[in-house]
């Protein structure tokens, strides 16, 4: 009798406390419920259509967030406050604020930034490896690790909202946004959307260190084919497909994004067979809204709406009645754009015109109100300002680095010339990327094409050779590949130029002059030689392989060069596996795992290890 009457008590406990913690959930739900309806019944259409404008800072006056009740800001890659470091960024994000919080129901502006690898628009924060490195980890776990570290580098800078993680297949390598994939494997990006979802957003929006983030590019951006996109190229070109292959490959990826809970979708530049994305409304509200259930903020790409056939104003009901609830006008006039004022006007006609019905309005607010309210911007709308000097620590540093050591790929080791020796080991370090941190950070990064030089704190791979060395005298940096014949083994740290977006597309993947002057200077040397490819991508290789000793894929490794190092010297030993196929020859792109008589050069997959 005892024993039932105790475990009666436990049962009565917890059968209480289920209601009491879904009668305070309920009772919260229909609190915040309450609290957005009545808001939005006190609204008027200019403060509705504010809510929906998004608008970069260097276009917009502070006098007019509250003049035309804009609802969010933006940095687009490179739109950085005058001083830019972490305290200037929450100073400027909260002038913003301050501006908003001014007008007639106060309602908190949402402030958003391309953190892609990192808070990478400021100086000193971590630079990670572009997502096509992160793919050869096939490491969800740390993508979720590096997702948080980059999450608190954001909040502690007061901004709300990243643009990632960027979910694109990408099936074609000489698309200048490849590097930005996770892989041309749509089974590894699924593995990785949700973590990513969680390490940005954690369980439940409005945590602290956490922030906002937003799946992109919905869909088919990494799909498009060659000779259809912008000047002839394939960025924001079309995708042809039919629709179990764009879901299999373009849309699957979003299903544990949305199941993770993720704020927000970004709508894609591209076309699928024919029709532009940002126009679909049976892609952003048949699938992403009405399938998926999603309840967050669909926003459109930058200028997105404006490539959609018909005038501006077109434009505008187009996408606003395809699913888009919040436009990055955003306001670009220098680049061709149109101002946010020209926006607002055109807008406003719509919808007192009705061609833009006022329940699509309500629903797009409402949508972005609730993430503000979830975000807790209306409860703490300033920077939280103990986090500031969050940003570039130590323990954010280590992770990177592991990263890097993950993400790197041995593809080539011949005489067991790796891992390299700390001592009694001559050791010439030559080639363009050796020494340059922008280099090896690559686009989106403090600019949005990216830069050369040393652009931000970091350690290049050659700072890490001579810091791993034992005796820094034994190793000689030689950039163009003299003084070959003193040392026992040469390392060539080769790649591309920072790129982005369209600017990378390429018609040829091939190594750079320069680069192959470099190579043929250290063939004649007849030393053995560990080439190091710092690229967005493959390249093709083919005809200077036998010549390579030992080859390691490196990719966009970011400010830690010390995480290749690690696994030069064998303190960590390999483990990364492809993300993409590597293709023998041009005329195999595209090439995929899959793919009818699949030959490449290296296989989807593969990595070897010491
Ligand atoms: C860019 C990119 C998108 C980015 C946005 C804001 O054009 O397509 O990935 O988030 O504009 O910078």
Not at 132 to 137: K, T, V
Not at 422 to 446: F, M, P, R
Not at 467 to 486: H, R, Y
Request: some cysteine.
């Amino acid at each position: 009798m005892e024993r039932i009457t105790k475990k009666n008590k436990i049962s009565k406990i917890l059968i209480f406390i289920f209601f009491a913690l879904s009668f305070s959930f309920s009772e919260n739900q229909s609190i915040k419920d309450q609290f957005i309806s009545d808001l939005l019944e006190k609204m008027t259409l200019e403060e509705k259509i504010g809510q929906m404008t998004q608008v970069d800072r260097q276009f917009i006056e502070l006098s007019d967030i509250n003049e035309y009740f804009i609802g969010s800001i933006l940095s687009g890659g490179g739109s950085t406050p005058e001083v830019n470091e972490a305290k200037a960024w929450a100073d400027m994000v909260d002038q913003y604020q301050q501006e908003a919080l001014k007008t007639r129901l106060k309602i908190p502006i949402i402030y958003g930034i391309d953190a892609v690898h990192g808070h990478n628009n400021v100086k000193g924060a971590i630079i990670f490896p572009h997502n096509i490195g992160l793919g050869c980890m096939r490491n969800p776990e740390l993508v979720k690790q590096a997702a948080t570290v980059t999450a608190e580098e954001v909040a502690a800078t007061g901004i709300h909202w990243t643009f990632a993680p960027c979910l694109a297949v990408s099936r074609d390598e000489r698309w200048g946004r490849a590097y930005e994939s996770f892989s041309e494997d749509p089974g590894l990006v699924t593995d990785y959307s949700a973590a990513a979802i969680k390490g940005y957003q954690g369980n439940s929006l409005g945590e602290k260190g956490k922030i906002l983030s937003c799946a992109k590019h919905f869909a088919g951006d990494g799909g498009t084919l060659w000779g259809t996109g912008l000047k002839g190229k394939i960025d924001r070109g079309n995708t042809i497909l039919n629709e179990d292959e764009f879901r299999r490959i373009h849309v699957e990826p979003y299903l544990p994004a949305i199941d993770a809970g993720v704020g927000s979708i970004m709508a894609s530049f591209n076309s699928w067979n024919g029709e532009k994305v940002h126009g679909k409304k049976d892609l952003l509200t048949g699938i992403i809204k009405e399938e998926l259930g999603f309840e967050g903020i669909i926003v459109s790409d930058w200028q997105g709406i404006d490539e959609l056939p018909g005038d501006y104003k077109s434009d505008i009901i187009a996408g606003i009645n395809a699913g888009i609830d919040m436009v990055m006008v955003p306001g670009a006039v220098p680049y061709g754009g149109e101002s946010f004022k020209i926006f607002l006007k055109l807008f406003k006609e719509a919808v007192l015109e009705e061609s833009i019905l006022m329940s699509r309005i309500d629903d797009a607010v409402r949508r972005i109100l609730t993430v503000k309210y979830d975000m807790g911007l209306f409860e703490h709308p300033m920077a939280d300002r103990t986090q500031v000097n969050n940003i570039g620590t130590d323990s954010h540093r280590e992770v990177a680095r592991q990263c890097v050591r993950e993400s790197l790929v041995l593809l080539k080791n011949e005489n067991s010339i790796l891992p390299l020796n700390k001592e009694n080991q001559k050791i010439t370090v030559t080639g363009s990327h050796a020494d340059n941190l922008g280099y090896q950070c690559g686009g989106w990064t403090i600019t949005w094409q990216g830069d050369s030089g040393a652009i931000t704190d970091g350690t290049t791979i050659f700072q890490g050779i001579i810091t791993t060395v034992s005796d820094p005298s034994s190793v000689i940096l030689s950039e163009n590949g003299e003084n070959l014949l003193d040392a026992d083994v040469v390392i060539a740290i080769i790649g591309e130029k920072p790129y982005a977006e369209m600017e990378g597309d390429r018609e040829e993947l091939i190594i750079d002059k320069n680069d192959l002057k470099l190579l043929k200077k250290i063939k004649e040397s007849g030393k053995p030689v560990a080439v190091i490819l710092v690229t967005g991508r493959p390249l093709i290789i083919t005809p200077y392989l036998d010549d390579w000793d030992a080859l390691i894929a490196a990719w966009l490794p970011g400010t830690e060069g010390e995480g290749v190092t690690d696994v030069l010297f064998g303190d960590y030993i390999p483990t990364g596996k492809l993300s993409v196929s590597w293709p023998k020859h041009m005329n195999q792109i595209p090439i995929n795992i899959g793919d009818e008589n699949y030959d490449p050069l290296f296989e989807y997959g593969f990595g070897l290890s010491y």
